[in-house]
């Protein structure tokens, strides 16, 4: 009998169906196709071509400067890394110069003792996991230490041609007070972000919402009547609704990128 009402559970068990893992379900942006297509349009009438700041030399070079940069100024690290390159442009001739001369360059830039190690930590995985070469997927660059998905975005953005979104502050701040991405962390900013903004404006749409961030929607005093977008913008504390006047800028370079 036991055997039997044993035999009976596992049936009846079996033919419960397996849950599927419940999928996490994002904000919607708050703007419609053809409202998203006009920001961007803007944007780049603004700016064509959006350029980084960052000295690099080579993929690998970049990945160091962007590793480098956090919690620091672009123009300190470049100061820096422009030394530092002509000497160890390969994790091979960086690994050869040694922990404590990779220090004595970058001491200028903050917490430099700690991304020294990380330089050296990641120049090493770099000969041994990837041949030497920086590889060119987001993923796999998020395994190096020191590099968190905002650098591989930018370094797969900039190195390799591929549309990503970086969330910086001004992205991030942007994204939720437009309610263009309502996401409470960056992971969803940027997951929101890429659903909506149109594919042609994706390469070089976080360096437009950068630069907008930091130039005309600032964290503490936004200019909404410098503002090209003021007429689409959804913000509730926006003060202006007439855009300002499209004066394009033909090169423009982006802190932080």
């Given at each position: 009998m036991a055997d039997l009402a044993k035999e009976k559970a596992t049936k009846v068990a079996a033919k419960k169906p397996c849950r599927k893992p419940v999928k996490k379900r994002l904000?919607?942006?708050r703007y419609t196709k053809e409202e998203m297509a006009a920001i961007f349009a803007r944007f780049k009438e603004q700016r064509p071509e959006p350029k980084g700041?960052?000295?690099?030399?080579?993929?690998?070079?970049?990945?160091?400067?962007?590793a480098l940069s956090a919690q620091a100024t672009d123009i300190g690290v470049n100061k820096a890394t422009r030394h530092l390159f002509a000497v160890a442009d390969t994790p091979e001739k960086m690994l050869a110069l040694g922990e404590d001369k990779v220090r004595d360059y970058i001491k200028t830039i903050g917490l430099y003792k700690t991304k020294a190690k990380n330089v050296m930590a990641l120049s090493q995985?770099?000969?041994d996991d990837f041949g030497g070469e920086v590889p060119n997927d987001r993923e796999l660059l998020t395994t190096l230490p020191g590099v968190g998905r905002k650098t591989a975005n930018v370094v797969v953005s900039m190195a390799f041609g591929q549309?990503?979104?970086a969330v910086d502050t001004h992205v991030f701040r942007i994204g939720n007070r437009m309610g263009m991405a309502p996401g409470k962390t960056p992971d969803d900013v940027e997951a929101i972000l890429e659903k909506a903004i149109p594919e042609e404006y994706l390469y070089h749409a976080h360096h437009w919402l950068i630069l907008h961030g930091r130039y005309t929607c600032k964290?503490?005093?936004p200019e909404c009547e410098n503002c090209i977008i003021a007429d689409i913008c959804k913000a509730k504390e926006k003060t202006c609704s007439v855009p300002a006047a499209i004066i394009p800028i033909e090169e423009q370079v982006i802190p932080g990128m």
């Open positions: 904000p919607r942006c700041e960052l000295f690099h030399v080579n993929p690998y070079t970049l990945v160091v400067a962007v995985k770099i000969i549309p990503t979104i964290a503490r005093s």
